[in-house]
């Protein structure tokens, strides 16, 4: 069964973040939305999970919710993919749930 | 409270601030002026224009202090005080000149 | 008319204390309601003229990232309102340091002139406050 997992959660504020990539089936995907998008264009620690999630994960971040906070497209780490609200809706219906880690 | 326009209605707080900045108009701005008593000269437009355009610059309305310093920077020492501002809005420039272009009432007026 | 206001002085001295206030900054602006709520006790504390400090640390950081736009997200771009500090004679801005770095950013991304400091400064600078709000 494919799944949809969804962060809203700075990675720096919760763990919410870090439960989704323990938890997540290889193969899902990961949409990084609202606060969880920082997780996207961050340094350090947090750049070198998101690497490693890319690699058997498809992590996704919802570029509005990127701009809304300042972001640029072309800061985001490698592996992962921008899409914007009709982009979410075709991942939600690409998978058999979504869920969604607050 | 409400005002009227030619049938058209714009909402406003019960001290008459109106809530939708996005529905300003100049003659919204001459039927609050005229609401507050104030006749609208070139003066009380400069006034009224200046906070518009800190409004859209930094998203408030301006404290008084603030106001009067930065209009005396932009149009001269002579209008940056409050012997100026007062003598165009009597009640005070933050509560009748924001109310007339539209803004909310500033952070921290008392 | 009888009934009108007094017009105040031009130098107001009327609040007497001034107090050395210092607010900081440590949640993202969006998520929550902690930045904006944060921002207007700042502008209101230097409209009653008091010795204001701002800091930005961990997720609060991201408060004075440049080129924010939430307005498509149908959210006020209350990012604008820092750069009215100045204005307020509110000049002291610091960003921690470390969570700049943790977080991939540079000065160059702020949208307002900061001054860095290592959390031992930040520490330093917290302990001569006479008010610290933390949000």
Redesign the interface.
């Known amino acids: 069964m494919s799944k949809l997992h969804t962060v809203n959660k700075s990675p720096f504020d919760k763990n919410s973040f870090d439960s989704c990539l323990t938890l997540a089936e290889d193969g899902s995907a990961v949409l990084l939305i609202e606060d969880g998008v920082y997780a996207a264009v961050a340094g350090g620690d947090v750049a070198a999970r998101i690497a490693d999630a890319s690699s058997r994960l498809k992590v996704y971040v919802l570029g509005p919710d990127l701009a809304a906070r300042g972001m640029a497209e072309d800061r985001i780490a490698d592996g992962v993919s921008v899409v914007d609200y009709g982009g979410f809706v075709d991942l939600a219906e690409a998978h058999d749930a979504v869920h969604s880690w607050l | 409270m409400a005002y009227e326009i030619n049938g058209e209605t714009f909402d406003a707080d019960e001290e008459g601030y109106i809530t939708d900045i996005g529905s300003w108009n100049e003659g919204l701005a001459d039927l609050i002026a005229l609401d507050e008593k104030i006749e609208m000269t070139e003066e009380h437009w400069e006034v009224v224009n200046f906070l518009r355009e800190y409004y859209d ?4 309305a ?5 106001l ?3 209009i005396g920077k932009k149009f001269g020492k002579e209008k940056g ?3 100026y501002l ?1 003598s165009l809005f ?3 420039p933050a509560k009748q000149a924001c109310k007339i272009a539209g803004l909310p009432k500033p ?2 007026c008392i | 008319m009888s009934d009108l206001p007094p017009i105040p002085p031009d130098d107001e001295d009327e609040f007497g204390v001034v107090k050395k206030f210092c607010y900081v900054n440590r949640k993202a602006p969006y998520g929550t309601v902690y930045a904006l709520e944060s921002l207007e006790m700042v502008l209101i504390a230097a409209a009653f003229d008091q010795d204001v400090s701002v800091v930005f640390m961990d997720d609060g950081v991201y408060q004075i990232k440049s080129e924010q736009a939430p307005e498509a997200a149908g959210m006020k771009n209350f990012s604008k309102t820092y750069r009215a500090l100045e204005g307020y004679d509110v000049e002291k801005l610091y960003v921690s340091k470390e969570s700049m770095e943790e977080r991939g950013l540079t000065t160059d991304d702020f949208l307002v002139d900061v001054e860095v400091l290592d959390h031992a400064a930040l520490s330093a600078l917290m302990a001569e406050q006479e008010v610290v709000i933390t949000s």
């Open positions: 610059e930094y998203q408030i301006p404290a008084v202090r603030v009067t310093k930065a005080n409050n012997k007062y009597p009640y005070g952070t921290g």
